[in-house]
Every structure is written in C-alpha cells, then in structure tokens.
C-alpha cells in the first residue's frame, strides 16, 4: 500500500502500487489517477437475457431519491451491454432518455438467435451440460468453434455508439478476462473505439463456446470469469455509493437431487448449478475485499426475489416478463450488502491472519492460499465445519488458518471467501 496510507480506508486519487489479496493468490495492482472521480455508481452483474430484469429495476430507481444520480457505470457481460447503452447518454439524462431507450432496446430483441448461433448455421446455441466439452472437443478436431457472435456484433453495433460514451461526461468500465494471464482488464471511455468496442463484446464472449476476441495481439473472454459483479472497480474509481443490481438470488438454487448420467436435464442443472458456485465464490472473494477497504462506501443492491431462469432465453415473452418484474415487486432492496452477506467492515473485515501471511511474502502466501482453496472444495456442509479430505500438502497449522482466514456459512450452503 502507498506509505502512511492507512489500512481499510479508500486510497487517494493518485496513489501508488496497491497489495491485492485474491482467491487466486496475490498480485500488484496499479491504481489508477482519476480526477474527476464519481459519487455514485450502477454496477450491473452479468447473467445473459436475464439482463432484461436491470431495465425493469433502473427504471424502479428513477422513482426514488436516487434518480440520475450516478455518473459512473460498470457492468459484465450482459451488464455491460446495459452498462455501455445507459453511458451513451449524460449523467443529467439517465432516467429521462436512457432508460426508457434502453427497455426499448430489450423489446426490440427477438429470440436467442439475436445474439448467438450455430456455427454456420441459423439455429440457436443452447447452453446446456455437454455444450463445453464439445465445444472442446470440436475446437481440438477442427481449430473451429461450436457458436459464433455474428448476431451480437451486429445488435451491438446498432445499439452502442461508442463516440456518444466518450463525450457523454459518464464513465464506464467493463471486464473482460485475458486468456495469456488470467486477470480481469477494465476498459473504459478512454480507451480508443476499436478497443472499448472490441472489450464491450469480449465480456460476453462465452470461450470454448465461441472464439475469444483479440485486442492489441492479446485475446479476452466473458469478463463474469474474474468479475461478475464489479462493486470493487466502482469503488477503486472513487465511488462512495454503489447500487448494484445482480441477476441471482443471494442463495444459490441447488438441484432437487444428484444426477445418473441418463438424467440429462438433471445433469444440465448440476452443471448451471457448479457454474454459479464458481461465480459466487468470486462473488463473495471481492465483496470480502470490497467492504475491508472502503469501509465508509454504501453498498445498496436490488436482488431477484426469485431466480429469473435460464441466461440464454431470449423470447420476447420471457424478456418482457423479466422486465416487468424488474419494475414491479420482484426485486429486494438489500441498504447494506456486506451486513446481508454478513461481512464485517474495515479492519473487522480482513483476519489479522490474512495479512501475516501478506509480510511473510507473496509466494508463501500464495501456496498456502491455494491449498486453503483446495481443502475448502473438500470442506463438509455440516453445521459445524469438518474436514473431509486434506490434501497432503497442508499441514494442520495452515489448515487452522485456512478455517480462521476465510469460511463463512450462508443460507444453506459453504462459501470460500
């Protein structure tokens, strides 16, 4: 952290190199210079055609006291498809023009074949329990892909001006994941327009699926993979406000029970299911951080009452649906998303544990970070937390620091923090 800077508090405008703690391990992180830094951001989470439903939501808000009060949005995947049409206009016309345009957009779309198809074909391209490993097998036998994009880069186009979010006075950061390193890189409105483009498009770019997209020699992929939900972004870029809108409930819908490989449909839930686990416990890995460092930051959140189904249903019907729940009772108000998710604030936040293994050095800690990461998946959801396995590499001090640094139960299920 930048000298004399202390622990748990927002750095300054321009600040020096920053210390980040992962799941993955520990990086440097180069903060960046923002002088006109905003109050107040909409961070939008990403979730397919569920994004109808933050429409409905962004037009709940501009009936309340946080009418055209943002003036920084971020969003991944689908969220920043909206993030990205909301930022083509000022941040005084937010809810005048740009959400009523932007429900408007949403009706425009037809079904699933708006966005994405068959390679070399018209039909749709279902995401289901086997679509990754033939998606695999097809790119290994044929250098090809299963899905293209076509549609989308078309919709896009029409949809998003990039000239119009550069000269709007709103900023905008959107995620995108490079294949070479495996971090999250933001671009955001001053970046040039072949790349804020290009980015808008690889945050929802769903690898093996369809191809990753290349920028400067470097190829990006769906943005959700590291960041599905950007609050920390926002907050890095200054923001003291953060109204997030998510796609999911904040307990994870679990199948009704362990799949035979007959049960297809069963096996296609199982595998949905793994993949919100693995968003969420990136989910909850950066609001841990979030709330540590930017303890004074408010954290609202509107979250679906009820799961909004599947991320590929594009059909007029279930967009309008979604949208309408999003306007009407089917979103929660959640004031304090870290007290929700029962995370602590500032130095409460972060186990003194965490940041011994922070001063005894980087790899270290990233060894045993991992290892932690390993034994949690073995972890038994009991009421109590017992170990089922350990991985021979752990010993019993680390896995009593692995317990204190980071396992929480929510609601049913174990989370890794």
Known sequence: RQVGAPLGRPMPACSGWVLHLRTVGLFLLASECNAGRPKTAVVLQGGGAKGAFQAGVLRSICHTEYADSWSLLAGTSIGALNAAYLAQFKPSEQCSHAVPALERAWSSINSSTDLMVRTGDTTPCE??????????????????????????????????????????????????????????????ETASSDELFKGLVASGTLVPMVAPVEIAGERFMDGGVRANLPILHALERGAERVLAILLNPLELE??????????????????????????????????????YRFPSAEILAYVPKEPLGRMLDFSRATLAERLQRGTSSGARFVPDLCSE?????????????????????????????????????????????????????????????????????????????
């Not at 130095?347 to 050095?361: K, N, T, Y």
């Open 127 to 188: 995401l289901n329990s086997g679509i990754w490993v033939l998606a695999d097998l097809q790119y290994q036998n044929t250098g090809g892909f299963t899905c293209e994009m076509r549609p989308a880069l078309k919709l896009y186009s029409r949809l998003v001006d990039v000239e119009k979010i550069r000269t709007s006075g709103m900023a905008l950061g959107v995620p995108a994941v490079s294949l070479e390193s495996g971090l999250a890189r933001y671009f955001n």
């Open 254 to 291: 679990r199948p009704a029970q362990f799949p035979r490989p007959d049960q297809s449909d069963q096996l296609k839930q199982r595998f949905l299911f793994l993949l919100d686990v693995f968003y969420d416990a990136e989910f909850m890995s950066d609001m841990r951080e979030a709330c």
């Open 341 to 417: 998710l029962g995370l602590a604030r500032g130095a409460g936040g972060m186990p003194a544990e965490a940041w011994l293994l922070v001063a005894s050095g980087a790899a270290a800690a990233a060894s045993v970070l991992a290892a932690c990461r390993l034994a949690a998946s073995r972890c038994a959801k009991s009421a109590a937390l017992q170990w089922q396995a350990v991985p021979q590499a752990v010993s019993e001090d680390d896995l009593e620091l692995c317990e204190t640094v980071g396992h929480r139960r929510s609601k049913g299920r174990v989370i890794e923090d």
